[in-house]
């Protein structure tokens, strides 16, 4: 079983909320990030861990950001 979890991000607050996800895949987990956002309007990001591997992070287009997520996060050198 995998255990996902999110770090919500908030401007001047970083780290602000952890919250954990539900979903047996990385997909299942990306689509629970949507609730989640909801409940945070001003969120600039939310990244999505499964256990201590990075899976996504979610960005907030409202602040600047490029809408959707950043699925190749893990990918910078």
Request: glycine content about 12%; charged content about 15%; proline content about 9%.
């Amino acid at each position: 079983m995998n255990s996902y979890y999110c770090i919500v991000h908030l401007a001047g607050a970083p780290y602000r909320e952890i919250v954990a996800v539900r979903g047996s895949s990385d997909h299942e987990a990306r689509l629970g990030l949507a609730p989640i956002a909801g409940q945070w309007p001003g969120f600039e990001t939310i990244a999505l861990y499964d256990g201590e591997r990075p899976v996504s992070v979610l960005t907030n287009p409202a602040l600047g950001f490029p809408p959707g997520s950043l699925e190749s996060w893990g990918d910078a050198a």
